[in-house]
């Protein structure tokens, strides 16, 4: 059994798809997954799984689709290939501290990422790194010009974002 952070894109944000923690934490034991646990109301989860990492995403969706009634979109990662990604974080520490990483589902192309590369805004910085854009917004995402769509259109793959804070906290619980 390994250790797996997954990561659910979009639900209990503005009152849309509604998932309760304890009523997702039920339907994914009743999946197959052990020792599931939530991470506050954004669609965090921590469990273990004997599952690869797309079989586990596959499962999910499926599950909240016949529960719940609605697709969203997984991202599964081992407890190791977050840690990684969490320790590739470019900036330095007093930007590495508030930045988001925008995780992708697919490790896009060297071109897709040429051509997004390109725009930039004042104030924002980020950089794109495997199946990861680590961002940083001097005055935070909720005021960022740049934002997870625009990303997913040029990099033609999902991203799911989550703070350092997030970050941390997800490495601590999943090494329980």
């Given amino acids: 059994m390994n250790t797996h952070i997954v990561l ?38 921590i469990l273990k799984s004997s599952e690869k990492s797309k079989m586990i995403e596959n499962n999910i969706q499926t599950a909240i689709m016949a529960h719940f009634g609605f697709e969203v979109s997984v991202l599964a990662k081992t407890r190791q290939e977050l840690e990684q990604i969490f320790n590739d974080n470019p900036f330095l520490e007093e930007k590495k501290k508030a930045s988001y ?5 697919d490790t896009p192309l060297e ?14 910085e980020y ?33 799911t974002a989550r703070n350092y804070n997030t970050m941390v ?8």
Wanted: proline share 1%; aromatic share 12%.
């Fill in 111 to 124: 071109e897709l990422v040429s051509v997004a590369s390109e725009k930039v805004y004042e104030g924002e």
């Fill in 127 to 159: 950089e794109i790194i495997n199946n990861c854009i680590y961002f940083y917004c001097k005055k935070g995402m909720g005021q960022a010009k740049f934002n997870a769509n625009f990303f997913e259109r040029k990099l033609k793959t999902f991203a």
């Fill in 8 to 45: 659910i894109k979009g639900i209990n944000v503005g009152g849309h798809k509604k998932v309760p923690m304890a009523e997702l934490r039920e339907l994914l034991t009743k999946s197959g997954f052990e020792n599931v646990k939530t991470y506050i109301q954004s669609g965090n989860v």
């Fill in 101 to 105: 990483f925008l995780m992708l589902h």
């Fill in 169 to 176: 906290k997800l490495l601590s619980l999943s090494s329980e």
